[in-house]
């Protein structure tokens, strides 16, 4: 299980962090993944990091403006979004699974607009 939280409503070019704690399972034996869906569209991943810190990939559309972190004695991950674009607009959530095919918890919304 997951629990996502930090979305707000942003400007373009703002900046926001998202925050995502697990639970439930041995968090730091798992690649974790953010994902995002935005409206009408299925799950797209958005960047993976793996057990021990290392970033295994991040979306072309994202890379160099987003950044993922994690925390393995708090279970959480992080997700540092700079100079934020309207397409980046969507429900962000987290997942074990690099598909992004399940939301597994509720997901934090991020909207850009002015």
């Known amino acids: 299980q997951f629990v996502e939280s930090g979305g707000a409503l942003v400007q373009p070019g703002g900046s926001l962090r998202l925050t995502c704690v697990g639970s439930?399972?041995?968090?730091?034996?798992?690649?974790i993944s953010w994902c995002r869906r935005r409206s009408g569209k299925e799950g797209e991943l958005v960047g993976s990091?793996?057990?021990?810190?290392?970033?295994?990939k991040y979306a072309g559309s994202v890379e160099g403006r987003f950044t993922i972190t994690r925390d393995n004695d708090k279970n959480t991950v992080y997700l540092q979004m700079d100079n934020l674009k309207s397409e980046d607009t969507a429900l962000y959530y987290c997942?074990?699974?690099?598909?992004?095919?399940?939301?597994w918890g509720q997901g934090t919304q991020v909207t850009v607009s002015s």
């Open positions: 997942s074990t699974d690099s598909s992004c095919s399940e939301l």
């Open positions: 990091i793996m057990s021990h810190g290392y970033i295994w």
């Open positions: 439930g399972f041995t968090f730091m034996s798992y690649m």
